[in-house]
């Protein structure tokens, strides 16, 4: 291909970068959905390092972030052990789970008196979203306690 200019030489440099940060884009969150999936069956190699929490007071977001090695722990061991399609009252919340890897994941998720309930794959999508239940086993660490109360208090 012959440029007749060296604004044509820069558009095409432009649009080549373009499509290589959005291919890249796409794969890291094609990564970032199997290492979720491989999470809720059970893998062990799959650990969260940060449960970042977005809700709404007042119509303003307000960010709550999971951070404490124990209470990770704690999660990832329920994320582990999912019942599917589950269903109740539950509240919601616009979430990113980070994995130890560093790859994130835009989730929902969605909390009830008995059990925390997380969309996977696309939340948004038309399609028929798979739910799963996450149990809250006793005893529940005190930092995930403190997070439920103030999320559900709010309300």
């Not at 373009?18 to 979720?36: I, P, W």
């Not at 929902?108 to 997380?118: K, P, R, S, Y």
Request: net charge neutral; with cysteine.
């Amino acid at each position: 291909m012959r440029f007749k200019s060296s604004m044509q030489v820069a558009t095409a440099i432009g649009i080549s970068i373009a499509m290589l940060l959005a291919g890249g884009c796409y794969l890291a969150a094609r990564q970032a959905k199997r290492d979720f999936h491989s999470l809720l069956h059970g893998d062990e190699a799959i650990q969260i390092r940060r449960l970042r929490i977005t809700h709404y007071t007042s119509g303003r977001p307000s960010v709550l972030e999971i951070t404490n090695f124990d209470d990770l722990q704690y999660l990832t061991t329920i994320f582990r052990h999912p019942v599917t399609n589950s269903a109740g009252q539950v509240y919601v919340f616009e979430s990113e789970l980070e994995f130890t890897d560093g790859k994130e994941l835009s989730i929902i998720l969605q909390m009830g008196d008995g059990a925390c309930f997380i969309v996977s794959e696309d939340p948004f999508s038309l399609w028929n979203p798979v739910q799963f239940n996450l149990l809250l086993t006793e005893p529940i660490p005190e930092g995930i306690q403190s997070v439920r109360k103030a999320l559900l208090n709010k309300r």
